[in-house]
């Protein structure tokens, strides 16, 4: 069965990194893009960031993260990453990773292009 457990969130002051993982089971990591999203309170859940399969390799950022935030895989360890520096009280929010059996991800980050979704880990930027 095809899971995604992301991990590594927490309460951090302004300026702070984090770094969130997606660990995979069930399936191989190669062969799937992977997104990362979050949802903040009263807000539409919106993309992040994306890194395609393998085959793929591209990375997409959106816009409020693009220069902070980056997307490292590492297959053999079926895990995906996001880290996320110079954090601010506007990233505050559940951050959730997504996959897809898809060679490429797309830009735009939607989330009507993900099947398979983890749970979520709360991210909390506050001083």
């Known amino acids: 069965q095809l899971q995604l457990v992301e991990s590594g969130g927490g309460l951090v002051q302004p300026g702070a990194s984090l770094r969130l993982s997606c660990a995979a089971s069930?399936?191989?990591?190669?062969?799937?893009?992977i997104g990362w999203f979050r949802q903040a309170p009263g807000k539409e859940r919106e993309g992040v960031s994306c890194?395609?399969?393998?085959?793929?390799?591209?990375?997409n950022y959106a816009d409020p993260v693009k220069g902070r935030f980056t997307i490292p895989r590492d297959n053999a360890k079926g895990t995906v990453y996001l880290e996320m520096n110079s954090l601010n009280p506007d990233d505050t929010a559940i951050y959730y990773c997504?996959?897809?059996?898809?060679?490429?991800?797309?830009?735009?980050?939607?989330?009507?292009?993900?099947?398979?979704w983890g749970q979520g880990t709360q991210v909390t930027v506050s001083s």
């Open positions: 997504a996959a897809e059996s898809r060679r490429y991800c797309s830009g735009y980050i939607l989330v009507a292009e993900y099947t398979y």
């Open positions: 069930g399936f191989i990591l190669d062969y799937y893009s």
């Open positions: 890194i395609s399969s393998n085959s793929g390799n591209s990375v």
